[in-house]
């Protein structure tokens, strides 16, 4: 017997089944940061730094799983929109540290009601306790694959 509709995809390996969603969700994301001048690693770059507040630049480097010298790239533009400041640590002036700054945190907060947006079109199917299960499902997955990056890449780990 042929598997078709939601049976197929129930029986999708949910490594595909993300992808895919990945892939609608990726071009949702780049659709609303667009108007903004942004790219979708600028904006986990901007939410990184939320998040954790300061950062050294290496530390960057290690959490977003961006090489050196696409993050170079990232900040670079992220600085010239005014979202970030760089300073010099005063322990070690080689050591470059990255803040959000207050026009970043004010990107953010319109970036948020989009994704928001975003989240309600994709998941418009699932009930609250549904989303907020897979929410906790993806954050876990999210942080088993940050522990298992060994090396930074060009995509992010």
């Given at each position: 017997?042929?598997?078709?509709?939601?049976?197929?995809?129930?029986?999708?390996?949910?490594?595909?089944?993300?992808?895919?969603?990945?892939?609608?969700?990726?071009?949702?994301?780049?659709?609303?940061?667009?108007?903004?001048?942004?790219?979708?690693?600028?904006?986990?770059?901007?939410?990184?730094?939320?998040?954790?507040?300061?950062?050294?630049?290496?530390?960057?480097?290690?959490?977003?799983?961006?090489?050196a010298t696409n993050?170079?790239?990232?900040?670079?533009?992220?600085?010239?929109?005014?979202?970030?400041?760089?300073?010099?640590?005063?322990?070690?002036?080689?050591?470059?540290?990255?803040?959000?700054?207050?026009?970043?945190?004010?990107?953010?907060?319109?970036?948020?009601?989009?994704?928001r947006e975003i989240?309600?079109?994709?998941?418009?199917?699932?009930t609250a306790s549904?989303?907020?299960?897979?929410?906790?499902?993806?954050?876990?997955?999210?942080?088993?694959?940050?522990?298992?990056?060994?090396?930074?890449?060009?995509?992010?780990?």
């Amino acid at each position: 017997m042929a598997v078709t509709g939601s049976d197929a995809r129930t029986a999708a390996p949910s490594s595909l089944l993300i992808a895919q969603l990945a892939r609608g969700t990726r071009r949702r994301i780049e659709e609303a940061v667009a108007p903004l001048g942004l790219r979708p690693r600028e904006l986990l770059a901007l939410q990184h730094l939320r998040e954790r507040g300061s950062s050294a630049q290496q530390m960057l480097v290690e959490s977003l799983g961006i090489d050196a010298t696409n993050l170079v790239g990232v900040l670079n533009s992220l600085e010239d929109a005014d979202l970030i400041r760089r300073r010099r640590d005063r322990a070690d002036r080689r050591r470059a540290i990255i803040e959000l700054s207050t026009k970043g945190e004010q990107v953010l907060a319109k970036l948020d009601r989009a994704l928001r947006e975003i989240d309600d079109e994709m998941l418009a199917t699932l009930t609250a306790s549904q989303r907020e299960a897979l929410s906790g499902l993806l954050a876990q997955a999210v942080e088993n694959i940050h522990a298992d990056c060994a090396q930074p890449s060009d995509e992010g780990c």
